[in-house]
């Protein structure tokens, strides 16, 4: 049976703020996650009001986990002060 191969997508330790920013995200209903392309690339999907959008371009390993923060972010600060 052949092996399956894994994405590895890099480490990274989101910091304070970014991690506040995606428990905000997440219990206010914004989804924000990578779905592979194929080996090694990676879009952004985000699930926002029932309405699911992708990135227009594709991210590398480390690239994708630095792109997934900064929505978060964006979206903490666009909407956090609103709710």
């Known amino acids: 049976m052949p092996r399956i191969k894994k994405n ?16 905000w995200c997440i219990n206010n209903g914004i989804y924000i996650s990578p779905f592979a392309t194929g080996e090694g690339a990676w879009y ?8 699911v959008s992708r990135s227009p371009e ?13 929505f978060y972010k ?6 956090a002060h609103k709710v």
């Open 74 to 79: 964006y979206y903490y600060n666009k909407y």
């Open 44 to 51: 952004i999907e985000i699930k926002l009001n029932n309405k």
């Open 8 to 23: 590895k997508m890099g480490q990274y330790m989101p910091t304070t703020e970014e991690t506040e920013a995606y428990r």
């Open 58 to 70: 594709s991210y590398g390993k480390v690239t994708i986990w630095i792109k997934l923060y900064e």
